[in-house]
Nanobody, 128 residues
Framework: QAQLAESGGGSVQAGGSLRLSCTNPGGFRLSNSCMGWFRQAPGKEREVVAV????????QYAEFSKGRFTISKDAVKNTLFLQMNNLKPEDTALYYC????????????????????WGQGTQVTVSS
C-alpha cells in the first residue's frame, strides 16, 4: 500500500478558508488514480467530500460541498488539493485523502469502500 500524507488542517472561524493537501511520500503518481477527500466527525460515519478522476480530472462533489469546496490536483507536484471556502461549524471533522490506484472513479459518487489507500487525516475545526 502506498502512504498518503495530508496537511493543511487547522482552526478557523466560520466563513474562513483552508486548503488541504495530500501527497504520496513514496512517489507513486497520484494522477494515475481515482483520488478523493473524505471526512469523519465524532460519532458519525466517514463521508465523501469530493473525488477527482484519473485521466480527465473530472470531479464529483457531495451536496454539502458543492459551491464551497474545490478538489484539484497538480501532476507536477504530485499533490491533491481541497480548497474549502465559506467554512461552517458543521464542517468540523477529520479530513482524509484516499486513493484507488490505477483505477477510474466510479460513475456515481463513491463511498469509502471504493478506496484502498488512506492517509492518517488532518483535523479541521470551524468555530462559530
Amino acid at each position: 500500500q502506498a502512504q498518503l500524507a495530508e496537511s493543511g488542517g487547522g482552526s478557523v472561524q466560520a466563513g474562513g478558508s483552508l486548503r488541504l493537501s495530500c501527497t504520496n511520500p513514496g512517489g507513486f503518481r497520484l494522477s494515475n488514480s481515482c483520488m478523493g477527500w473524505f471526512r469523519q466527525a465524532p460519532g458519525k460515519e466517514r463521508e465523501v467530500v469530493a473525488v477527482i478522476d484519473r485521466d480527465d480530472a473530472s470531479a464529483q462533489y457531495a451536496e454539502f460541498s458543492k459551491g464551497r469546496f474545490t478538489i484539484s490536483k497538480d501532476a507536477v507536484k504530485n499533490t491533491l488539493f481541497l480548497q474549502m471556502n465559506n467554512l461552517k461549524p458543521e464542517d468540523t471533522a477529520l479530513y482524509y485523502c484516499a486513493a484507488e490506484f490505477w483505477q477510474l472513479c466510479p460513475p456515481t459518487l463513491p463511498g469509502p469502500s471504493s478506496f484502498s489507500d488512506w492517509g492518517q487525516g488532518t483535523q479541521v475545526t470551524v468555530s462559530s
